[in-house]
């Protein structure tokens, strides 16, 4: 059992950053999905469980980077260049693989979720 406590959303202007946390309780391998009212959860991005591959979606490529401090066990999503279309429910997610997916179906553990909304 991994639990995930996810901080960091809120309201940002676009064009703006905002970083999210996610502390686990445990190393694994872990990523972030998103999902906005009425639409599919959405791989975002993950990291492995050594830090060494991160994976992302080509949406946020670019503007997004996964990065882990596993002396606190936490992972952080630095979203930069922000966009309305970014307004969703982020949610941390893990897995016992060594890699990380892009299928939700994938990831067995899953945070509680922090809302970012970007402003136009």
């Known amino acids: 059992q991994v639990d995930l406590v996810e901080s960091g959303g809120g309201l940002v202007q676009a064009g703006g950053s905002l970083t999210l946390s996610c502390v686990a309780s445990a190393r694994s391998t872990m990523g972030w999905f998103r999902q906005s009212p009425g639409k599919e959860r959405d791989f975002v991005g993950s990291i492995s469980r050594t830090g060494h591959t991160t994976l992302y979606d080509d949406s946020v490529r670019g503007r997004f980077t996964i990065s882990r401090d596993d002396a606190r066990n936490t992972m952080y999503l630095q979203m930069n260049s922000l966009k309305p279309e970014d307004t969703a429910v982020y949610y941390c997610?893990?897995?016992?693989?060594?890699?990380?997916?892009?299928?939700?179906?994938?990831?067995?553990?899953w945070g509680q979720g922090t809302q970012v909304t970007v402003s136009s």
């Open positions: 997610t893990a897995n016992s693989r060594t890699v990380g997916s892009k299928l939700s179906t994938e990831y067995e553990y």
